[in-house]
């Protein structure tokens, strides 16, 4: 292997921009045209999409750490499998810290090119995270409000503006299941608009992934 075997340059990718958070790393490895997609992020996204992706994701968890698990390289392409830990002390996933221990697990798929990333994107269960992570405050929103569970999930989400689509992705529900969850949460709450929702509950600080419009499209 040398610097720029896929491996290496795979491994370099996990060790130095999200261990040792140096973002100069996203610079030096991602082409200017490079093409991804990211857990939580609508479409594919560019150098930039995945810099606001960082920066949202070191901001929410800190002492992040990254464990490779195993790579498997087919020419110009790596396949990584990877463990990630910390602690959810920041607002980056566009929910209230919540100071729980962060698991989880993923894989990523990477393209080079010459020593540059071109293509990749990478899977992991963002929707069971984020569900866990808010658990801290669904039981105050369930008994506050007689929220169920998931309203309670719903809400923290309305809050951020979320749209019912958006909605549905960050949970693995349905469209149309989100849409019913959001209507019954205005209900609840007595008032008519995600703005409402977090007027009444809060929304946290951190710069998070722009989302949709306020519509219950």
Same mark, same amino acid.
């Given at each position: 292997?040398?610097?720029?075997?896929?491996?290496?340059? +795979?491994?370099?990718?996990?060790?130095?921009?999200?261990?040792?958070?140096?973002?100069?790393?996203?610079?030096?490895?991602?082409?200017?045209?490079?093409?991804?997609?990211?857990?939580?992020?609508?479409?594919?996204?560019?150098?930039?999409?995945?810099?606001?992706?960082? /920066?949202?994701?070191?901001?929410?968890?800190?002492?992040? /750490?990254?464990?490779?698990?195993?790579?498997?390289?087919?020419?110009?392409?790596?396949?990584?499998?990877?463990?990630?830990?910390?602690?959810?002390?920041?607002?980056?996933?566009?929910?209230?810290?919540?100071?729980?221990?962060?698991?989880?697990?993923?894989?990523?798929?990477?393209?080079?090119?010459?020593?540059?990333?071109?293509?990749?994107?990478?899977?992991?269960?963002?929707?069971?995270?984020?569900? +866990?992570?808010?658990?801290?405050?669904?039981?105050?929103?369930?008994?506050? /409000?007689?929220?169920?569970?998931?309203?309670?999930?719903?809400?923290?989400?309305?809050?951020?503006?979320?749209?019912?689509?958006?909605?549905?992705?960050?949970?693995?529900?349905?469209?149309?299941?989100?849409?019913? /969850?959001?209507?019954?949460?205005?209900?609840?709450?007595?008032?008519?608009?995600?703005?409402?929702?977090?007027?009444?509950?809060?929304? +946290?600080?951190?710069?998070?992934?722009?989302?949709?419009?306020?519509?219950?499209?």
């Amino acid at each position: 292997m040398t610097a720029r075997d896929p491996r290496s340059l +795979s491994v370099r990718w996990f060790e130095e921009i999200w261990n040792e958070q140096r973002e100069a790393t996203i610079d030096e490895l991602a082409s200017d045209d490079l093409v991804g997609e990211m857990e939580g992020a609508i479409g594919t996204v560019g150098k930039e999409e995945f810099r606001q992706y960082f /920066h949202a994701l070191t901001s929410a968890i800190s002492d992040l /750490h990254v464990e490779v698990l195993d790579t498997t390289v087919d020419g110009e392409k790596a396949t990584v499998r990877w463990h990630l830990t910390g602690l959810h002390t920041g607002p980056g996933l566009g929910i209230p810290p919540s100071g729980r221990p962060v698991s989880f697990r993923g894989l990523t798929w990477f393209e080079w090119d010459d020593g540059q990333l071109v293509r990749g994107h990478d899977r992991w269960n963002r929707g069971q995270v984020i569900a +866990s992570l808010m658990r801290v405050r669904m039981a105050d929103l369930q008994r506050e /409000h007689g929220l169920t569970p998931r309203q309670a999930q719903v809400c923290l989400l309305m809050a951020e503006r979320r749209t019912h689509k958006e909605i549905a992705r960050d949970l693995g529900i349905r469209p149309n299941t989100a849409r019913r /969850h959001c209507a019954m949460v205005l209900r609840r709450l007595g008032v008519h608009s995600r703005q409402e929702v977090e007027r009444l509950i809060g929304r +946290s600080d951190g710069k998070v992934p722009p989302h949709g419009s306020d519509q219950l499209d």
